[in-house]
């Protein structure tokens, strides 16, 4: 049974900390590509990485979103059948679980490598999002609540 508010703050506390890493990372990656000099690419490819880019950022705050309505839970801010429903429940999905394999072809191994990451995050969020809403069905949404 998963209790996000009294048993795995020690495993939240390192997917945050891992969330955090990445939402950095992406940032940096942002600011760095601003200062550079535009690769040679055509305005389809300037396009899919503009799409790519907000499709990273896009996962990555709707991870925080969520981590920090299971902080809520664990403060004893909002119940655990709060956090199942929205507008606190992980969201995004058709965005978020979205892989494009043409990225790759931009060159832009940075930017992959931060996709591939904030995807598997993203995957892992939300079997703890299933997790919680299970949790909330079974339980009514008592273990763990406000």
């Not at 880019?53 to 664990?74: D, E, F």
């Not at 394999?101 to 598997?120: H, K, M, N, Q």
């Not at 892992?124 to 999002?129: A, F, G, I, K």
Request: charged fraction near 25%; glycine fraction near 6%; aromatic fraction near 6%.
């Amino acid at each position: 049974m998963l209790n996000p508010a009294s048993a795995n703050t020690a495993y939240f506390g390192r997917t945050y900390d891992e969330a955090m890493g990445l939402l950095i990372e992406a940032r940096n990656y942002v600011a760095v590509n601003e200062l550079r000099a535009p690769p040679a690419l055509t305005p389809t490819d300037r396009l899919m990485l503009c799409c790519e880019t907000m499709r990273l950022t896009t996962r990555l705050a709707h991870i925080m979103a969520w981590l920090l309505a299971q902080r809520a839970v664990y403060a004893g801010e909002i119940t655990l059948a709060d956090s199942a429903e929205e507008p606190y429940a992980l969201g995004g999905s058709k965005i978020c679980l979205t892989v494009v394999d043409d990225v790759d072809r931009l060159g832009d191994e940075w930017l992959s490598a931060l996709l591939e990451r904030s995807l598997r995050l993203y995957v892992r969020v939300s079997r703890l999002d299933e997790r919680v809403r299970r949790e909330v069905l079974v339980h009514g949404g008592t273990a763990g609540s406000a």
